[in-house]
């Protein structure tokens, strides 16, 4: 039994520790101008198709480590995600920023529709999938008695090591910089930050480019641990990642993280332990408890009325 | 003036296009292909779209039905209830189809067969094999392949006799097929006094298997039944082999197709996965010349590729013996044999073939072959 639950938890990291990724755009996003940017699993979807590209071309020039494929590999998709996160906003929402609120989110749907059927054209609509790059894996724990062991895959570490960099990579970022400094006090009060001297414009097209870089990052784990995509794979990894995101607390970057990890784990033990039939209704009547009774998620601040 | 004139230019050109379309009518038949060509199950889209593009232009350069050139039109279900239903409309209501070939998921072919039989239209499908399909009393309908419980017959009892399996894992996609497959086969497995350890639905569309696959190492089964289609199945043996999960996966003719090794994550992880599908219409006699011309194109007939070419045959059969009327070739094929591609094929009073001919196949590497 020990060895399943340590299985499970293992599983339920590596799951949740993507949807963190994908949550981060999300929450980002929102915290910084209110809008909830809807595009943003199909930037991640688009991720995946640049990283079966990168690794088939990279592949076909030099044979190298998985580990310098790999990172060649985020070296190109990252720039590529970050660049139509940037684009994306430049040409859907900066024209929109002071119509409704409507507006944005019925455009954001719209630029959702718009990738979906832009890569089902250019790049077909089959399943596409990468070989199997990364094998095997360490024995964290065998059980004495049935002989059955947890196993994490190398897979699942590149993916926590991965994940783990990033964050604390983005925490710096926030807290520590000067441009962190910029993003914060943008997302406290957008007109008081430009009159101290802060080029408001910039910091959004900022909070896009890290919001799609770190989708990008996602498509890179994803591809590598599931091996198969499609168009199509935006919508739900969106839709999960948005739950991680108000879960956490939507404009918290720590709460889009601590929201992914609790999804993923909710999900991986309550399919291991009751049933996996109903999963996803566990998933999200998770969603509907926090609603109901923290409606602010996790670490999110209360909605202060100014006067 | 200039806008007047644009105006006249407009209205002149629709009649024309208007009459063209008129003329153009009388020298063709229009049949409706009908399948998943986009999304994630495209693969098995292709096999129709290739399969009844091939016979209808064999059967235009043979002459035609009764002087009357074929033009196919095609639509896109995606494998989507919802969206059959609206291609079933458009191809009744807009282009006057007057068969219809189609369509592969069970999911879609049961609700859009209501619709052809409103209009009367004859509907064959090649890969359909839920039997809700053909038991609702419908006289319009009509499979070139079987039926699940066959396949499921067939299934059990090779896991019963061949395999010897005591703790069987059953799952499904809980889609009409999948779960339609894995309920065939539980039956049969419960008849036998072999009842299943574990019963579940995973969701199409999702990619994470692995808590799933957790809970089946601790439970140890002797094997692993999958009713669905190949982007899950493939999922759920790379999952089960990369956690030390090695026994065999059983699945039905959803993951007959080269796209199933994608979905695996490749060739090295397709080792003891088994299937059910028809005998291997590739070594039939009849279809030799048309899977050598298959090949000249440089395409390879897999899967469902001869059945959709079967079907149409048996569509133009019946409707140039009927005097293309849609109603009577229901009737005549009921009644009559045809010869297709596939051998001699008839039907039973509900639409499904007399005979069926389900084995178990063995995926090994990157192709699958028929066990002996």
Redesign the interface.
């Known amino acids: 039994m020990m060895w399943e639950i340590i299985q499970q938890t293992v599983n339920g990291l590596a799951l949740g520790s993507i949807y963190g990724l994908i949550a981060i755009g999300y929450t980002m996003v929102y915290g910084i101008i209110g809008m909830i940017n809807f595009a943003h699993g199909d930037i991640y979807m688009l991720g995946a198709y640049v990283t079966a590209i990168s690794i088939a071309v990279i592949s076909s020039i030099a044979s190298m480590p998985v580990v310098l494929l790999l990172s060649l590999t985020v070296l190109i998709v990252v720039p590529i995600t970050a660049l139509h996160g940037y684009v994306l906003e430049k040409i859907a929402y900066k024209p929109l920023r002071h119509a409704q609120k409507l507006s944005a989110l019925i455009t954001a749907i719209g630029m959702s529709l718009f990738l979906q059927n832009y890569i089902q054209i250019s790049q077909g609509a089959r399943n596409q999938g990468i070989p199997t790059l990364i094998s095997g894996g360490f024995t964290l724990w065998t059980d004495k008695i049935s002989s059955l062991s947890a196993v994490m895959s190398y897979t699942q570490v590149v993916i926590l090591v991965v994940t783990l960099v990033s964050m604390l990579t983005l925490a710096y970022v926030i807290k520590s910089t000067s441009l962190g400094r910029q993003c914060r006090s943008t997302q406290q009060d957008q007109m008081m930050s430009a009159m101290l001297g802060v080029n408001t414009d910039r910091v959004i097209s900022v909070v896009f480019i890290i919001g799609a870089g770190l989708a990008g990052v996602g498509s890179v784990l994803v591809t590598l641990n599931y091996g198969s995509f499609d168009f199509f794979i935006g919508f739900i990894a969106g839709i999960k990642a948005f739950t991680a995101a108000v879960l956490g607390g939507i404009g918290s970057v720590t709460g889009a993280m601590l929201g992914g990890l609790l999804l993923g784990m909710s999900e991986s033990f309550f399919s291991g332990l009751v049933n996996a039939d109903y999963k996803d209704v566990f998933a999200f009547g998770l969603l509907i408890f926090f609603m109901v009774f923290k409606p602010t998620g996790l670490l999110g601040t209360p909605e202060v009325t100014k006067v | 003036m200039a806008k007047n004139l644009i105006k006249f230019g407009l209205l002149v050109g629709t009649i024309s296009v208007v009459l063209g379309g008129c003329f153009k009518k009388d020298d063709t038949i229009k049949i409706g292909v009908a399948g998943p060509?986009?999304?994630?199950?495209?693969?098995f889209g292709?096999q129709i779209h290739k399969g009844t593009e091939k016979a209808a232009a064999d059967i235009n350069a043979a002459g035609g039905v009764n002087g009357k050139s074929i033009e196919l039109v095609f639509g896109d279900d995606a494998c989507d209830p919802k969206q059959a239903v609206t291609v079933a409309n458009k191809l009744t209501g807009q282009d006057k189809v007057i068969a219809v070939v189609g369509h592969f998921c069970s999911s879609s072919s049961i609700p859009a067969s209501e619709i052809y039989a409103a209009s009367g239209i004859l509907n064959v499908t090649p890969a359909s094999t839920n039997p809700t399909y053909t038991e609702r009393g419908l006289d319009n309908v009509f499979r070139t392949c079987g039926r699940d419980d066959q396949q499921g017959a067939v299934a059990g009892n090779y896991l019963i006799n061949k395999l010897n399996a005591k703790k069987v894992v059953i799952l499904h996609d809980?889609d009409t097929y999948g779960q339609g497959l894995a309920d065939a086969t539980k039956k049969v497995l419960n008849e036998s006094g072999v009842n299943e350890i574990l019963y579940?639905?995973?969701?199409r569309?999702?990619?994470?298997?692995?808590?799933?696959v957790?809970?089946i190492?601790?439970l140890?089964p002797d094997v692993v039944y999958f009713g669905g289609l190949?982007?899950e199945a493939?999922?759920l043996v790379?999952q089960m082999r990369?956690?030390?999960v090695d026994v065999p996966f059983i699945s039905g003719d959803g993951i007959v197709s080269q796209?199933f090794v994608?979905?695996?994550?490749?060739a090295?992880?397709t080792k003891n996965v088994f299937m059910t599908f028809g005998s291997d219409p590739l070594k039939l006699e009849t279809g030799k010349k048309v899977v050598e011309s298959f090949k000249d194109d440089g395409y390879q007939p897999e899967g469902y590729t001869l059945y959709s070419y079967a079907a149409l045959q048996a569509v133009v059969i019946a409707l140039s013996a009927t005097d293309l009327d849609s109603s009577a070739a229901a009737m005549y094929l009921k009644d009559n044999s045809v010869s297709t591609v596939m051998g001699e094929k008839s039907w039973d009073s509900k639409g499904d073939l007399t005979v069926s001919d389900y084995v178990m196949y063995a995926w090994d590497g990157d192709s699958y072959s028929e066990l002996e």
């Open positions: 060509f986009t999304g994630q199950y495209a693969a292709e809980k579940e639905g995973v969701t569309g999702d990619k994470d298997f692995n808590a799933l957790t809970k190492k601790g140890g190949h982007t493939g999922l790379r990369e956690q030390g796209d994608i979905s695996v994550g490749g090295q992880y």
